[in-house]
């Protein structure tokens, strides 16, 4: 193994070792499992020495900490939780809202907007409910609040904008995968598909550095973010997405629907079990709207071929379907429409394969 000095490795240099420097490493609390000596130990000598061949060995949970997110509001929260018995209705779901004023004024303001093109002002959170729905109220309100704590990080190519694209595409595909797959509440995979990456603004934020190179290596290599990040820091922003899920007290359900997104083995005892975490993982197939080319049509197509029951629509209607759903939903969730549907992109993955 060929030992380096860390205390040569700065910034801008060549090498899994120069992607951070070393004051970032300390602060993080490097694990150095592949250490010669141990840094900063006793005396704060500078002796670290490390294989260039080995991961990079950051400490997940302390670049979490350090990016001191506050929490998801309790009303979120309740709502998520609410979402998960069909029997709740308007009455119940108002409950969180009324007691959250700030979240009451957002939704009352969103119900009253001219998407909705109701006649009269809307003053009762109860009856926006009953009008527009239990479901796209807690939709908006879980999408409003991450919204509102994940940070817009200056990192290379990384675009929130186009984050939330990815995202809304994502969480409608599950929603509507899952009930291919015979999902009856399938608004959890919505949630998951939904939130899916919400770690990474954190990660590009707390490590900005690794992500530059990771976002770079990714659109050079032609391979999945999770597979950079594994190579490079032993764990990806699903996993770190689960962790945050906790944090935020979401239901562990909701959180293993998140740090299970990149599964991808369509026959596995889990996925048939529970055809949600299929739904999400495939929704995590899509393609980015900033990627030049989607890798990943060929791995969905086989996936859902897979997967789903006789007498489901094909993978290009669940396409059009979703293209349909985002069309209506991003004006109130104040999305841009891509430049490019996915039924184009599915055309134009088909039309280079024949
Ligand atoms: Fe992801």
């Given at each position: 193994m060929a030992f380096h000095q860390l205390g040569d490795c700065v910034k801008?240099?060549?090498?899994?070792?120069?992607?951070?420097?070393?004051?970032?490493?300390?602060?993080?609390?490097?694990?150095?499992?592949?250490?010669?000596?141990?840094?900063?130990?006793?005396?704060?000598?500078?002796?670290?020495?490390?294989?260039t061949e080995s991961v990079l060995k950051v400490d997940l949970h302390r670049v979490l900490s350090r990016a001191q997110l506050s929490?998801?509001?309790?009303?979120?929260?309740?709502?998520?939780?609410?979402?998960?018995?069909?029997?709740?209705?308007?009455a119940e779901f108002a409950a969180p809202i009324e007691a959250d004023p700030g979240l009451a004024g957002q939704v009352l303001r969103f119900v009253n907007s001219s998407y909705f093109g109701f006649t009269r002002e809307i003053s009762s959170v109860k009856l926006a409910i009953s009008l527009v729905g239990v479901r796209t109220?807690?939709?908006?309100?879980?999408?409003?609040?991450?919204?509102?704590?994940?940070?817009?990080?200056?990192?290379?190519?990384?675009?929130?904008k186009s984050l939330w694209q990815d995202s809304l595409r994502r969480g409608l595909f599950a929603r509507a995968a899952a009930k291919c797959l015979g999902v009856k509440e399938a608004e959890e995979a919505f949630s998951a598909g939904l939130l899916q990456d919400m770690a990474v603004p954190v990660l590009a934020k707390e490590l900005p550095d690794v992500y530059v190179r990771l976002l770079a290596a990714r659109e050079q290599g032609q391979m999945r973010l999770s597979d950079v990040e594994q190579q490079t820091l032993g764990w990806t922003h699903a996993q770190a997405g689960g962790i945050l899920a906790r944090q935020w007290n979401l239901p562990d359900d909701f959180a293993v629907l998140i740090e299970n997104h990149l599964a991808n083995d369509a026959n596995s005892p889990r996925m048939r079990r529970d055809p949600r975490l299929a739904a999400v993982a495939?929704?995590?197939?899509?393609?980015?709207?900033?990627?030049?080319?989607?890798?990943?049509?060929?791995?969905?197509?086989?996936?859902?071929?897979?997967?789903?029951?006789?007498?489901?629509?094909?993978?290009?209607?669940?396409?059009?379907?979703?293209?349909?759903?985002?069309?209506?939903?991003?004006?109130?969730?104040?999305?841009?429409?891509?430049?490019?549907?996915?039924?184009?992109?599915?055309?134009?993955?088909?039309?280079?394969?024949?």
């Open positions: 801008g240099r060549q090498g899994p070792l120069t992607l951070i420097c070393r004051e970032e490493l300390f602060d993080l609390g490097f694990l150095g499992e592949h250490c010669a000596e141990k840094w900063f130990g006793g005396g704060r000598k500078r002796v670290l020495k490390m294989s929490g998801l509001p309790q009303s979120a929260v309740r709502l998520v939780e609410l979402s998960q018995d069909p029997s709740n209705g308007p109220i807690k939709n908006f309100a879980l999408w409003s609040a991450v919204f509102s704590l994940v940070p817009n990080p200056r990192c290379g190519p990384f675009d929130l495939m929704s995590a197939l899509l393609p980015s709207v900033v990627d030049p080319v989607w890798h990943e049509a060929p791995q969905l197509e086989a996936f859902y071929d897979q997967i789903r029951p006789a007498r489901t629509p094909s993978l290009a209607k669940l396409l059009g379907q979703v293209d349909q759903e985002f069309a209506g939903f991003a004006p109130i969730m104040k999305v841009a429409l891509p430049s490019k549907s996915l039924v184009d992109w599915h055309g134009e993955v088909a039309a280079a394969a024949s």
